[in-house]
């Protein structure tokens, strides 16, 4: 059974920096894709970054760039998303995911088999 459970969100201030973390379990990933998305009241999920498991190549979505960084730890099997400079419209709940397979960082939630229960991030004075 694989599992995948974020940590980390919480409340912080315009300008300020979060680290979320995802710990996952159940399986081995040295051969997938992982990634972060998020997910705001009456809005769509969307993208916000992934990372091959194995290469440790990265990719993050426009909104982000400059921000965020995805990385991995291969050692504790945990995937982290450091925030930084954080506006209110980065406020959402985080999602951590895998793919089942396949190393490729895709930007579509469709493509990513195994999800996280989320964790809230709220960016407000």
Not at 19 to 32: D, I, P
Not at 67 to 87: C, E, G, P, V
């Amino acid at each position: 059974q694989v599992q995948l459970v974020e940590s980390g969100g919480g409340l912080v201030q315009p300008g300020g920096s979060l680290r979320l973390s995802c710990a996952a379990s159940g399986r081995t990933f040295s051969s997938s894709a992982m990634g972060w998305f998020r997910q705001s009241p009456g809005k769509e999920r969307e993208f916000v970054a992934a990372i091959s498991w194995s290469s440790g190549s990265a990719r993050v979505a426009d909104s982000v760039k400059g921000r965020f960084t995805i990385s991995r730890d291969s050692a504790k099997n945990t995937l982290y998303l450091q925030m930084s400079s954080l506006k209110p419209e980065d406020t959402a709940i985080y999602y951590c995911a895998s793919r089942r397979f396949s190393g490729f960082t895709s930007a579509d939630a469709r493509d990513y088999t195994y999800w996280g229960q989320g964790t809230q991030v709220t960016v407000s004075s």
